[in-house]
Structures are given as structure tokens and as C-alpha cells.
Antibody, heavy 119, light 110 residues
């Protein structure tokens, strides 16, 4: 059974940093691109970043480019999102999602982890 | 302001049919595959449709997808109260080199 379990969310002050993790199980992790998607309270889904299976090709939303870094450790079956220079508008539930054959084809999602940026 | 435009809400009676539109441009829907997601209250999104019109295993054939030009449509027939949820379209935008979601549509089954 495919499982994705996010962790690392919490309360952080503006300008601070946080690293999210997504532990994957039930599939060959290195064979799949992985993504982060976020959802601000009461708002819609926003794509954040993607990383291919080998960890070589990355893409970012303009809103996080230069501040967030996506990475993975295939030996640990874990996806990461390093978030720096956090802003109030980064407050959201962050989901990791497994990508199927195509971009934005997310066949499995984690339960999400809440990041709150506030002083 | 989302790159993909969806109606904020739609409604219909149980047993009826509803369609949800998703409008984009040549750099996204026009040249890439579209996916649709259902998000029930308080839960993670679930893939309903991928590759414009394919259903993952376990998704009933009451759900269908189509694409024409720079627009896509999600159809739901035989509406049930359990279908009340937010629905999102999504695709890749080749100009932005980024993923894009629609703003979401809240379905109410009256």
C-alpha cells in the first residue's frame, strides 16, 4: 500500500526557516517524480515544486523560487522541502504528492502538514 | 487569480448531472494533459481524472473528463450527496515551466 507521511510543519516567525519531510512507502520511491502542493486556510490548491526520481530536475512556482528547495534521499525514501525566508503568505497545509506519468498527475497524496508563519 | 479559470460553485439535485468547466490557454490546457481532483472537506485531494479523460482504478464511471482546445470539462452524473466537495482542474504550463491549478469549484448537491 502506497503511503506518504508528511512531517515538520509548525509555527515559525516571518523570515524564519522550516524543513518539511515526506516519508514514502509501498512503492519504488526512486522511480517517481514527487511534488509539493500547498493550500492556504480556506483557499484552493497551489502547486509549489516538483523533483524527478533521480533528483536532477527541479521546478518551482515563482512565489517560492529562490526561497524553497526541494530535494530527496532515495536511500531513505524521503522527500524534503527546505523553506527559507518564510512569509505570512506561506501559511498553508503542505501536501506531498506522487506524480504519475505526467506533470500534475498526482495519484497519491499525503495527509498534509500545517505551516503557520506568524509573529 | 488562477491561471486556470473555474466557476466558484455549481449545484444540482441528487440524481442529476453537472459539469464543471476549466478554461486556460495554449501554454497550459492547449498543449498539456488535464487532471481533475476531488477534495472532500478536511481531507487530502483525490485524483478523479488524468490524461484529460482517464479514470484511475476505483473511480466510478459517473465521473468523466473531456478537453477541447484550451478548455476542459469534468462531468458528474447520478449526483449523490457524497459528491459534495471542491473540485480542481490541473495541468502543466509550458511557458511558466510550472504546475497550475484552477481556483476550485464547490459542488453542492441540493
Amino acid at each position: 500500500e502506497v503511503q506518504l507521511l508528511e512531517s515538520g510543519g509548525g509555527l515559525v516567525q516571518p523570515g524564519g526557516s522550516l524543513r518539511l519531510s515526506c516519508a514514502a512507502s509501498g512503492f519504488t520511491f526512486s522511480s517517481y517524480a514527487m511534488n509539493w502542493v500547498r493550500q492556504a486556510p480556506g483557499k484552493g490548491l497551489k502547486w509549489v515544486s516538483s523533483l524527478d526520481g533521480g533528483g536532477d530536475s527541479t521546478f518551482y512556482a515563482d512565489s517560492v523560487k529562490g526561497r524553497f528547495t526541494i530535494s530527496r534521499d532515495n536511500s531513505k525514501n524521503t522527500l524534503y522541502l527546505q523553506m527559507n525566508s518564510l512569509r505570512a503568505e506561506d501559511t498553508a497545509v503542505y501536501y506531498c504528492a506522487r506524480e504519475g506519468l505526467r506533470h500534475l498527475d498526482f495519484d497519491y497524496w499525503g495527509q498534509g502538514t500545517l505551516v503557520t508563519v506568524s509573529s | 487569480q488562477s491561471v486556470l479559470t473555474q466557476p466558484p460553485s455549481v449545484s444540482a439535485a441528487p440524481g442529476q448531472k453537472v459539469t464543471i468547466s476549466c478554461s486556460g490557454s495554449g501554454s497550459n490546457i492547449g498543449n498539456n494533459y488535464v487532471s481533475w481532483y476531488q477534495q472532500l472537506p478536511g481531507t487530502a485531494p483525490k485524483l478523479l481524472i488524468y490524461d484529460n479523460n482517464k479514470r484511475p482504478s476505483g473511480i466510478p464511471d459517473r465521473f468523466s473528463g473531456s478537453k477541447s482546445g484550451t478548455s476542459a470539462t469534468l462531468g458528474i452524473t447520478g449526483l449523490q450527496t457524497g459528491d459534495e466537495a471542491d473540485y480542481y482542474c490541473a495541468t502543466w504550463d509550458s511557458s511558466l515551466s510550472a504546475g497550475v491549478f484552477g481556483g476550485g469549484t464547490k459542488l453542492t448537491v441540493l
